[in-house]
């Protein structure tokens, strides 16, 4: 009998979500961030703070690894967590993870990182900056930048690679052009860049910011990212600057619709209900739940359509529903007319979660429509579980903190350095021919010296 437990892990339990609870629904929460936690490593000896394990290179991806950006992500949701749940289990832990990779012009560029930089990579940690001033998390302790100032450093940063020589504008994927994939212009780059620049808005009410949002946002439409067919709205993953972006990759991925949702629904705060902005809102929000809701799993609960039935999602991949979860509840915040749509697919999706965390020790897997447990496991099925869990707690004194309406965190408009051709550390010159003789001398001399000193040595 007490062998059972050891053979049987998997049909053991399963969270149990009492959906009307509050308590109910922090303690699954609560689950899901400590099993969450446990990959997570670098507040031990001789660890990286901040970063996941196997997450120091992610371009090109090796498999079975995680992202430096998935890290970044991960300390807003635990951000998120806090603000839902009031545990402060965590929040030393983020505010020196969030400090430790911000780079040394303060804009989540560090050297570690910045030679396989993303436009996106530095977005979703810039996001978990800005998650922090909108719930007026802890602020930095010492002389470290604001919250707000990390966030304007990475705007900062990334206008300058806004490029108009090739499909009259967008971000590219990669910041430094010797990187692959930079002939590439993305959802997540651009849309996580409309988000950023429509956040900046919200909180400071600074017009240039909005003027931005108001770009990025147009050039998405008018490109091959965008696709209008009837009443739906498909958001396409990424076209090609190669050739001038005149066809898309026709994938779609929940976390662009929630990238592009709540920053709409940030612009249709900052315009006080601007009509186009609230049509905006609903045109994707109706398309997020056409895609990602599917009437076949009884039209509530949220699936990763591309990847998620067939178990082939990779770790970015499996943390999607992360942001789409956050991000719903976000816009519900914003537009309240939206709430009434978008609970019923938050609680569905939250009792569906809690049905599939039945791995041994309530671990979480993906396929939310179902209670059998699909084996696996991993940050970003427990960063989905806990961010949909926590998104069922949020009310009206949630709703995100601007500068106007209580936020501390200390505005700096002139943050963080501009993006230059190379990464930091790259020479600042090409090598020259007196630069290949010089070494070439020098490696002689080398030569010389050890062979000398190992014949000396034998004789």
Sequence with gaps: MLLMPLLFPAAAVAITLDISSPASIASAAGTAAYNMMTYYTGNQTGQVPGILPGSLSCNPKADGTYCWWEAGAMWGSLINYWQYTNDSTYNSIISESLQ??????????????????????????????????????????????????????????????????????????????????????????????????????YITGNTTYADWANKVWNWMASSQLFETQGDMLYIWDSTDSNNNCTNADNLVWTYNYGTVLAGAAYMYNYTNGSSTWESRVQQVLSSTFSLFFPSEYGGNVMTEMECEKQLNCDQDQKSFKAYLSRWLAVTALLVPSTASQIMPKLQGSAMGAAGQCSGGGNVCGEQWYSTTYDG??????????????????????????????????????SAGGSAGSSPPGELAKPITTADRAGAGILTVIVCIVTVGGAWWLIT
């Design 100 to 201: 430790f990779q911000r780079g040394p012009d303060n804009n989540f560029n560090p050297p570690n990182q910045s030679r396989s930089m993303g436009v996106d990579d530095m977005l979703f940690w810039a996001f978990s900056a800005l998650d922090a001033v909108e719930s007026n998390f802890p602020p930095p302790e010492g002389n470290d930048p604001s919250w707000l100032a990390l966030a304007q450093g990475v705007y900062n940063f990334q206008t300058s690679l806004w490029d108009t020589s090739t499909c009259g504008g967008g971000f590219h994927w990669q910041v430094y052009s010797f990187n692959a994939g930079y002939n590439l212009k993305i959802a997540i780059a651009n849309g996580g860049n409309f988000q950023l620049a429509a956040r900046l808005a």
């Design 376 to 413: 696996l496991t991993g940050v970003g099925e427990e960063m989905s579980a806990m961010s949909i869990f926590g998104a069922n707690l949020i009310n009206s004194k949630m709703v995100p903190l601007s500068l106007r309406t209580g936020a501390t965190s200390k505005s700096d408009p």
